[in-house]
């Protein structure tokens, strides 16, 4: 079983940055997709990152230009890094790995999310 722990969430002033990471703990055999995602109090989670089969990385419009994900030293997670931050992009951020894990067995795992506030 493959579990995800987010961290780097915390509290901002607008205009500032973050760096979110994720860490994963089981054996992952060969990653397929993988991302960032948010949700906003009364809002569904929303995509704001992805990358799948290695295709590059597609951004949320309200995002590009601003984020940048990254694979760090051939790592199964993605790390979050959220520059010019503005008070709507505050919400709790997952990661989502997606893959092959040890026996060939499938997996689509998600954290349990890390807060980012960002105040005006």
């Known amino acids: 079983q493959v579990q995800l722990m987010e961290s780097g969430g915390g509290l901002v002033q607008a205009g500032g940055s973050l760096r979110l990471s994720c860490a994963a703990s089981?054996?992952?055999?060969?990653?397929?997709?993988m991302g960032w995602y948010r949700q906003n109090s009364g809002n569904e989670r929303e995509l704001v990152a992805v990358m799948r089969g290695g295709r590059g990385i597609k951004y949320a419009d309200s995002v590009k230009g601003r984020f940048i994900m990254s694979r760090e030293n051939n790592k199964n997670t993605p790390d979050l890094q959220m520059n010019s931050l503005k008070t709507e992009d505050t919400g709790i951020y997952y990661c989502n790995v997606r893959g092959v894990a040890d026996r060939g067995r499938t997996f689509d795992s998600w954290g349990q999310g890390t807060q980012v506030t960002v105040s005006s």
């Open positions: 089981g054996s992952i055999f060969r990653v397929t997709e």
